[in-house]
């Protein structure tokens, strides 16, 4: 079964400094994997999909299929970034796309 | 640029009453979904529909059902609204395939008192 697990609820950071959101998954096939944010007051959106290994404004992701992760990085935090974060599975089986249960990212002034 | 509407907006039901949440994308997309968003739960799949004419269950579908009625539109129907059933519903759309991204609507807040 799919699975996709994000251990942190919540993570505060400070302005300026490193931000990593963690993502495991669980899948036995190939999967793709996306990264979604949801901006107070806006629509969920996608950020960055691992298929087109993107960097979009300042994030990346990198697929690790031994560690079955697919962590979500920025060096330097700015507090637009403050926002909910989703990791999202979907597979080359199907069109189902599963979400994890999300971190909130709070950057401190 | 609509993309992807939801109506209505916000609703609230008593338990036990029907009602149905309608989503329209008019992006020419092939699939749709429908997935409720619960604090400490993310986001879960009710069901999605892979092209006109299909649909399939997602994580959570039990006292649901939908309709894709034409390539634009895909309904959620609550037949007897539960408080469990309490949450924020969006609708979402892709082209299909790996790797496309989801387009959201701006969600449905749904309460069942």
């Known amino acids: 079964a799919q699975r996709v697990t994000q251990p942190e609820k919540l993570l505060s950071v400070f302005k300026g400094a490193p931000v990593e959101l963690k993502c495991n998954y669980s899948y036995s096939g190939s999967p793709e994997l996306f990264w979604y944010v949801q901006y107070s007051r806006q629509r969920l959106q996608l950020l960055l999909r691992h298929i087109s290994r993107e960097s979009i404004k300042g994030f990346t992701a990198d697929l690790n299929k031994g560690e079955t992760s697919f962590h979500l990085k920025k060096p330097f935090a700015q507090e637009e970034d403050s926002a909910m974060y989703y990791c999202?599975?979907?597979?080359?089986?199907?069109?189902?796309?599963?979400f994890g249960k999300g971190t909130r990212l709070h950057i401190l002034p | 640029n609509a993309g992807v509407t939801q109506t209505p907006k916000f609703q609230v039901l008593k338990t036990g009453q029907s009602m149905t949440l309608q989503c329209a994308q008019d992006m020419n997309h092939n699939s749709m979904y429908w997935y409720r968003q619960d604090p400490g739960m993310g986001l879960r799949l009710i069901y999605y529909s892979a092209s006109e004419g299909t649909t399939d269950k997602g994580e959570v579908p039990n006292g649901y059902n939908v309709s894709r009625l034409n390539k634009r539109e895909f309904s959620l129907r609550l037949e007897s609204a539960a408080p469990s059933q309490t949450s924020v519903y969006f609708c979402?759309?892709?082209?299909?395939?790996?790797?496309?991204?989801?387009?959201f609507g701006s969600g449905t807040q749904l309460s069942v008192l």
């Open positions: 999202a599975l979907t597979s080359n089986r199907d069109d189902k796309i599963i």
């Open positions: 979402a759309s892709s082209t299909g395939g790996v790797g496309e991204k989801l387009f």
